[in-house]
């Protein structure tokens, strides 16, 4: 593929979108029909193969951002709206060594973003996600300082609301919960929201297009979130926080010498169960305790996060005699419900 060898001799690590779809494109995966285009006699030829309605983009390794550049031009009918919108992007993207991109229009439920880099550290790793305008806006809404249980919403489905005695189609394009890491305080940055805005003609013509394409970019509310401390304790770093219970299975009571067994200590209920850790465990000589198979259930929804999270041990006992297990296995948790630090100790 000539394209990846030129860029890669000029230094370059990223990929244009249109060489991007030319590499998928030579392993089979169908990707938007779609020209590259530096003049207007190419930009006539990429509407004469292609047809209406098109989209217009600015196109470059190094653009990114291009729809807070006004570089996106989407649901062009007609020749003068594509000369006039590719006036507008080459005049900005030319001076950085770009192009235009002219490719048909294509709707869907979903925009995805999908990449690939080769890390010192771990070797390949694919990113997937959430596309377009939305992975910038959640990485400025996103906290450093919390952990995020993000709710993955995957379609943009409206909502009737009332505001002021008029009526609104609402859309949740993002939704999460945020559990702080430290004490300092939570801080939600106002962030830009650009949106297509169209002017509706007062007297429509039976020919040509009756709306005109305009932009207006919305700001959410800046937000600060006080965290409080926890009460002194020992372990107030590292405990969770939450409203859990207990669950147990054990696979045998009465048992000889040198014969394994398995014990799951389960905790379930509202919190950060990504973040629960093991319980402690207390070791000697009576018992050989091997480190536990862990299996994890988040549920998101009803603004809420629930789930389990469960420890399976493999366990195998060195002495004869009875055994309390709650002399071995303690989980300490904060419990929102009572205001104050919880214990669990296998029964």
């Given at each position: 593929m000539?394209f990846?060898n030129k860029?890669?001799?000029?230094?370059?690590?990223?990929?244009?979108?249109?060489?991007s779809?030319?590499f998928?494109?030579?392993?089979?995966i169908?990707v938007?029909r779609?020209k590259?285009?530096?003049n207007?006699e190419?930009?006539l030829?990429a509407i004469s193969?292609i047809?209406f309605?098109?989209?217009l983009?600015g196109?470059g390794s190094d653009?990114?951002?291009k729809?807070?550049?006004?570089?996106v031009?989407l649901?062009?009918?007609?020749?003068d709206?594509?000369?006039?919108?590719?006036?507008?992007i080459y005049?900005?993207?030319?001076?950085?060594g770009?192009?235009?991109?002219?490719?048909?229009?294509?709707?869907g439920t979903?925009?995805?973003?999908?990449?690939?880099?080769?890390?010192?550290?771990?070797?390949p790793?694919?990113?997937?996600?959430?596309?377009?305008?939305?992975?910038e806006?959640?990485?400025?809404?996103?906290?450093?300082?919390?952990?995020?249980?993000?709710?993955?919403?995957?379609?943009l489905n409206?909502v009737?609301?009332?505001?002021n005695n008029k009526?609104?189609?609402q859309?949740k394009?993002?939704?999460?919960?945020y559990?702080?890491?430290?004490?300092?305080?939570?801080?939600i940055p106002?962030?830009?929201?650009?949106?297509?805005?169209?002017k509706?003609?007062?007297n429509p013509?039976?020919?040509?297009r009756?709306?005109?394409?305009d932009?207006?970019?919305?700001?959410?509310k800046?937000r600060v979130?006080?965290v409080?401390?926890l009460p002194?304790?020992?372990?107030?770093?590292?405990?969770?926080?939450?409203?859990y219970?207990?669950?147990?299975?054990?696979?045998?009571t009465?048992?000889?010498?040198?014969?394994?067994?398995?014990y799951?200590?389960k905790i379930?209920?509202?919190?950060?169960?990504s973040?629960?850790e093991?319980p402690?465990l207390?070791?000697?000589a009576?018992?050989?305790?091997y480190?536990?198979?862990?299996?994890?259930?988040?549920n998101r929804?009803n603004?809420r996060?629930?789930g389990?999270?469960?420890?399976?041990?493999?366990?195998i006992?060195?002495?004869p005699?009875s055994?309390?297990?709650?002399?071995?296995f303690q989980?300490i948790?904060?419990n929102?419900t009572?205001?104050d630090?919880?214990?669990?100790?296998s029964r």
């Amino acid at each position: 593929m000539d394209f990846i060898n030129k860029a890669l001799e000029d230094g370059k690590t990223i990929l244009s979108e249109h060489e991007s779809k030319l590499f998928l494109q030579s392993y089979g995966i169908p990707v938007t029909r779609e020209k590259e285009a530096s003049n207007k006699e190419v930009l006539l030829e990429a509407i004469s193969e292609i047809g209406f309605p098109l989209v217009l983009k600015g196109c470059g390794s190094d653009l990114s951002h291009k729809t807070e550049r006004n570089l996106v031009h989407l649901d062009i009918r007609s020749r003068d709206e594509a000369l006039g919108a590719f006036d507008v992007i080459y005049g900005e993207v030319e001076k950085e060594g770009g192009a235009v991109l002219v490719q048909e229009m294509v709707k869907g439920t979903r925009e995805l973003v999908m990449g690939l880099t080769r890390d010192r550290q771990f070797g390949p790793c694919v990113m997937f996600g959430l596309g377009g305008i939305f992975t910038e806006i959640l990485k400025d809404i996103k906290p450093a300082n919390c952990w995020e249980e993000n709710y993955n919403i995957d379609d943009l489905n409206s909502v009737q609301t009332t505001i002021n005695n008029k009526r609104y189609s609402q859309y949740k394009i993002y939704q999460a919960t945020y559990y702080p890491l430290n004490t300092e305080d939570i801080s939600i940055p106002s962030v830009p929201f650009k949106m297509i805005k169209y002017k509706v003609a007062k007297n429509p013509s039976f020919f040509g297009r009756n709306r005109q394409e305009d932009f207006k970019t919305f700001y959410s509310k800046p937000r600060v979130v006080r965290v409080v401390e926890l009460p002194p304790h020992p372990l107030m770093n590292v405990v969770s926080v939450g409203n859990y219970s207990l669950e147990e299975e054990l696979s045998s009571t009465n048992l000889q010498t040198g014969n394994s067994f398995t014990y799951n200590f389960k905790i379930i209920g509202e919190g950060n169960i990504s973040a629960i850790e093991k319980p402690n465990l207390v070791s000697d000589a009576f018992f050989e305790f091997y480190p536990p198979n862990i299996r994890q259930d988040v549920n998101r929804g009803n603004n809420r996060v629930t789930g389990s999270k469960a420890f399976s041990y493999y366990i195998i006992p060195n002495e004869p005699g009875s055994f309390e297990l709650g002399e071995y296995f303690q989980w300490i948790y904060f419990n929102t419900t009572k205001d104050d630090v919880s214990e669990f100790a296998s029964r």
